[in-house]
């Protein structure tokens, strides 16, 4: 059989089909046409300003290795005139952040990038190592969350950077829009949806110009350009509605290869529909404001865990088994005022109004907080109770790292 002509350039031979449309693409056609879509999102959204120093949540995956890629490119190829740098946090995880981290070390020096590592253990006094041996795997992603967000806001702030693009994908919004449909929370759900996110406790917004990107994209772009990224998977457990969601995204994709957009586009005209003081979300629906210690937009921890490669049934029921056994690890977030019944029914049949945040300090850390005490100040309170006195000592030491 004669092979198959790309579509675009109709001489070369066609290696790629295009999993959003099923468009059949050569490789060059396919890296150029993936690039000039993550350029029409960043300029249609007026992301950048000329002069703009950026920092690129580098974790040593594929979505932020690539988005460092396509960055440099566009940087390149279109004058943005950014500067940009890699930031990288060290959670503290052996056998999987350190080894992801000489991954980021090595796409420093291809993509000629200044890094920038933070480490928990530096400004909490506590790794998740440390944190999954005291409170078990139940709830460690939350942990992991809200200081991950916090500690890509200290860095920046260190770098004297106001700008923090991350990793998130088509498939990983579309995921999170799921997930707040089915737990009926709308606000949360508007605010997935932004592409820019701003916070009341911090001055640092945050973008994901890979948001209409599809997750099978990202991969044969760092395949078809040969980049060097991290693929395993974090050790510790998945949530298992998050691992729920992701299936169900995996398997309608399936049956209709635009689902992944249409649920994103969905979760933006809901957004559309929820009151400004309720969402959070401005007019444009591109600001938005995230309450305080509430996970990224795309929501918690969102690690790679729980995904499904293939199409079959049995990996379904694997996935089921698997999220089933991970019940235990769940820990839902719960906003003041919000109430829950036993089986998690939400019973504020009225949506709540957001509580107007206003910046000030966290009292026992200093750093930038809505409250009086920060959530992740919050969290170690809970975490240094347990702990052998002798180490106590590590978070007034945090007072003085922080202040630095
Ligand atoms: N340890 C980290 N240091 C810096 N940025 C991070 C880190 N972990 C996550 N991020 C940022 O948050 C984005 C989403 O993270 P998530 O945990 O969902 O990983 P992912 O979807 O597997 O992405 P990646 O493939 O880049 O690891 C990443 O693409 C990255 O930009």
Request: net charge positive; proline share 3%; charged share 25%.
């Amino acid at each position: 059989m004669a092979p198959t002509p790309c579509e675009l350039c109709k001489t070369t031979r066609a290696l790629v089909v295009r999993p959003k449309n099923h468009q059949k693409l050569c490789k060059t056609c396919f890296i150029n046409i993936f690039e000039t879509e993550i350029h029409n999102t960043i300029t249609a959204n007026s992301l950048f300003f000329s002069g703009e120093r950026v920092a690129i949540g580098a974790s040593g995956g594929k979505d932020s290795t690539v988005l460092a890629s396509v960055l440099k490119t566009l940087n390149k190829r279109y004058h943005y005139g950014l500067n940009l740098v890699l930031l990288s946090i060290d959670e503290g995880i052996k056998g999987y952040r350190d080894d992801s981290l000489e991954t980021v070390k090595r796409n420093a020096v291809q993509y000629d990038m200044p890094l920038e590592i933070v480490g928990y253990d530096e400004l909490y006094g506590w790794t998740m190592d440390q944190v999954v041996e005291q409170i078990g795997k139940k709830g460690n992603c939350t942990y992991c969350g809200v200081f991950r967000r916090q500690a890509l806001d200290r860095g920046a702030a260190r770098l004297g950077i106001k700008h923090v693009v991350t990793g998130h994908n088509a498939d990983d919004i579309a995921e999170t829009v799921m997930m707040n449909l089915l737990r009926g929370d709308l606000p949360r759900l508007a605010r997935a949806t932004s592409i820019v996110t701003a916070s009341a406790a911090s001055d640092i917004k945050r973008s994901k110009p890979l948001k209409y990107a599809y997750e099978k994209e990202i991969v044969y772009y760092a395949l078809h350009k040969g980049l060097d990224y991290f693929t395993t998977e974090c050790i510790y457990s998945p949530e298992a509605f998050r691992g729920s969601a992701r299936t169900l995204i995996k398997n309608l994709e399936k049956v209709r290869p635009s689902a992944i957009l249409d649920v994103v586009r969905s979760g933006e005209d809901m957004a559309r529909l929820v009151p400004e003081e309720v969402s959070g979300v401005g007019k444009s629906g591109k600001d938005i404001l995230v309450v305080e210690g509430e996970a990224e937009g795309a929501g918690g921890c969102g690690s790679a865990n729980g995904r499904t490669s293939g199409g079959e049934m049995a990996d379904m029921e694997k996935q089921l088994l698997e999220n089933e056994k991970s019940q235990g690890n769940e820990m839902e977030i719960t906003l003041k005022g919000q109430k829950h019944d036993r089986n998690c029914k939400n019973l504020n049949r009225m949506p709540r109004k957001l509580p107007k945040q206003q910046m000030g300090k966290c009292a026992r850390c200093g750093y930038l907080s809505s409250q009086d005490i920060c959530k992740a100040c919050m969290l170690l309170e809970g975490l240094n109770k347990n702990r052998p006195k002798t180490q106590i000592q590590v978070s007034v030491e945090r007072k003085t790292v922080i202040q630095r």
